[in-house]
């Protein structure tokens, strides 16, 4: 099991993760293959899968306590509309016909959102996060942790 210095690298730990999910579903992408659809639909369900726990800690426990102690309300509301965009697209994946010619598409628009989003973290939240004193976001990793244990655990069930 990785090890995680604070909640910034905890959440960019997934961000890298979904990163690879996203370059194995594009490797496929192109593929006529029976083996290679199945694939491509089991890999967009573990992306959505992951996304839609990493955006629910975000929204729960990362952007409020950041809110708290940081003068970022800009980009935190852009985070969460690039959230909302985002969860909009998961829908359409989740729902969608994986025959239909634009449903690898929208896999591949989704990884696009996700890419400028993680940039953004990474960029600009993530430092502000670090250079904020009030925040401990070491204590922060811990209960991130615990929440996406928690919502995994509930989607597996």
């Known amino acids: ?18 990163k690879k999910l996203f370059k194995e579903f594009e490797a496929l992408a192109e593929s006529k293959a029976k083996s290679a ?20 800690i975000e ?16 980009l ?12 909009d697209l998961i829908a359409q994946v989740k729902s969608g016909d994986d025959g239909d010619p634009k449903w690898c598409a929208k896999v591949q628009v989704l990884g696009e959102y996700i890419d400028h989003h993680v940039k953004e973290e990474r960029g600009e939240i993530f430092p502000k996060a670090r250079a904020a004193k009030k925040l401990d976001l070491v ?3 811990a209960q991130l942790k ?12």
Do not use: W
């Not at 615990?146 to 069930?157: D, I, T, V």
């Open 37 to 56: 659809a199945a694939k491509r639909r089991q890999l967009a369900d573990q992306i959505c899968q992951e996304l839609t726990v990493h955006a629910q």
């Open 59 to 74: 929204e729960e426990i990362f952007y409020p306590a950041l809110r708290a102690v940081i003068q970022a309300d800009d």
């Open 146 to 157: 615990a929440r996406k244990e928690e919502l995994m655990e509930g989607l597996a069930a």
């Open 139 to 141: 204590a922060m990793k």
């Open 1 to 18: 099991m990785a090890t995680y210095n604070d909640a910034c690298s905890l959440l960019d730990a997934d961000h890298r993760a979904v």
């Open 76 to 87: 935190l509301d852009e985070a969460e509309v690039e959230h909302a965009s985002a969860k």
